[in-house]
Structure formats: structure tokens, C-alpha cells
């Protein structure tokens, strides 16, 4: 499988939402992650990686087939 590792698009907030609306993951994250996920908290994120470059942590999205598909490296 092909994937790019590169910087945060806004056009990333619908797939962010898609795959961070699952259970699953919120069950074995932090408190802090929301479940359900929703377009606005994937809107939220998405931004804050954009905003914060690269100067507080290094923030990516995997993507692969031209879709973010993963996120953050902290």
C-alpha cells in the first residue's frame, strides 16, 4: 500500500470525521475524545494542526488513495 505522511488540509475534515466516528477508538483513547465524533470537533482538530505547524508538536495525516486515513504523531 501507497501513503503519503504530509501536512493537515481543511478538506480533511469529513474524512477525519468519518473514521474518528467509531467507538472503538474512543474506547481506547483518553477521556478527552469525543464519542460520537463529530464534524465540528473534526473541524477543530484539523484546524489546530494547522495552526500549530510545526511548532509544538508534529502533527500529520496519512493519507492513502488521495484521503486522510490517520492522524497525529505527538
Not at 477543530?44 to 492522524?71: F, H, K, N, P, W
Request: hydrophobic share 40%.
Amino acid at each position: 500500500m501507497d501513503f503519503v505522511l504530509r501536512e493537515w488540509k481543511i478538506q480533511d475534515v469529513t474524512a477525519v470525521a468519518e473514521y474518528a466516528d467509531n467507538p472503538g477508538i474512543a474506547d481506547h483513547l483518553r477521556d478527552a475524545f469525543p464519542y460520537p465524533y463529530t464534524q465540528e470537533d473534526a473541524r477543530q482538530y484539523v484546524e489546530s494542526c494547522i495552526r500549530a505547524g510545526d511548532q509544538t508538536q508534529l502533527c500529520r495525516a496519512i493519507e492513502v488513495a488521495g484521503e486522510a486515513v490517520c492522524a497525529n504523531m505527538a
